[in-house]
């Protein structure tokens, strides 16, 4: 009876043994910032002024558009054929980078495509600046002279040519959510125009950027309606280096992005001597749950639920385009 009383009690002890470990959580591994590999890159035509300036998402589309200087169509982004001159262009890729559409933008002459916003009804809407009307020389009329003329060498007098115009046209294109050209919106500008970032409106669209009139830099805000720009808001501004930061609320936590140099908080392991910049995500307690680093440098970062974070980046190579699906 002793006995059996003994082996109950051993067996208890056991027990309660294995439930103490059981409850004892395994150390997890210390969390680091991994690298991120870009889904595609592209150098689009190959020349030197080529850009990428702007993304827009759609739940089934990454749109991207910039300005591409050669005729050549080398790239998977771009792929059709010149317009004349520099040409803006607006290019829709899956999320796995695969090629949908591309549209070029502009005339005969120079045209750069430097912003882009969605609307509600899933249009885009591109801007850009792109060569006026070439100035006029003014016709004189010559003296009348009863003297021969002196050209003993007969030297072929050339006409003097106008001066090529400057970039000193607003243009505004309207493209559908298959790429389709609706419609092209200009507004001449006193001097030469630089539109920086566009915002869709109820009606329209708000335009803002730089504007060098008489060798004078300032500022300016343009509003359109629909079918007309207003008169711009000019004011006084300086040129200032903006640092590279987003935040973007996600159903589980947040998604931060940020050029990050030294530590970072909660990864104690980061111990970067660069600037380089960093996807953090947070649970809703704010505690990390991941991390990587991108290469080269941030052009532009949006997130769309069903895509998840999209970064475009200036790299080694070209433009690096990234995908990454936040943790569950």
């Keep these: ?23 004892t959580p395994a150390k997890s591994a210390p969390l680091k910032v991994m690298p991120l590999a870009p889904i595609t890159v592209s150098n689009l035509t190959g020349a030197a002024g080529d850009q990428v300036s702007a993304l827009a998402l759609t739940p089934s589309a990454i749109a991207i558009a910039g300005t ?66 070439a100035t006029p020389i003014p016709a004189t009329t010559p003296t009348p002279n009863t003297a021969p003329t002196i050209n003993p060498d007969g030297v072929k007098v050339i006409p003097v040519a106008p001066p090529a115009p400057g970039l000193n046209r607003l243009v505004l294109w309207n493209i559908s959510a298959t790429g389709q050209l609706l419609n092209t919106f200009t507004y001449d500008a006193a001097g030469v125009i630089f539109p920086q970032s566009i915002a869709s409106t109820a009606t329209g669209a708000s335009i803002s950027g730089r504007l060098i009139s008489t060798n004078n830099l300032q500022g300016f805000t343009i509003t359109f309606d629909g079918t007309k720009f207003s008169t711009p808001t000019l004011f006084s501004q300086r040129v200032t280096s903006v640092a590279f930061n987003r935040t973007f609320a996600i159903t589980h936590g947040s998604i931060k992005s940020y050029i990050a140099m030294g530590s970072i908080p909660g990864i104690p392991s980061w111990k970067s ?31 769309q639920r069903n895509i998840g974070v999209v970064a475009i980046t200036n790299q080694a190579g070209g433009y690096g385009l990234y995908v990454l699906q936040p943790h569950p």
């Design 68 to 133: 591409v200087e050669s005729s050549s169509a080398t790239s998977a982004w771009v792929t059709s054929k010149s317009l004349g001159g520099t040409d803006g262009f607006i290019a829709a890729l899956d999320a796995a980078g695969n090629h949908l559409w591309e549209t070029r933008l502009g005339t005969a002459q120079d045209d750069i495509a430097t912003a882009m916003a969605l609307d509600k009804q899933g249009n885009y809407w591109v801007v850009g600046s792109t060569q006026g009307a």
């Design 1 to 23: 009876m002793k006995l059996a009383r003994i082996s109950v009690i051993a067996a208890l002890l056991l027990a309660s043994a294995d439930i103490s470990r059981a409850a």
């Design 273 to 303: 001597k660069a600037a380089v910049p960093v996807v953090i995500q947070y649970s809703k307690t704010k505690t990390v749950v991941a991390a990587n680093y991108l290469h080269g440098t941030v052009v532009d970062m949006q997130y």
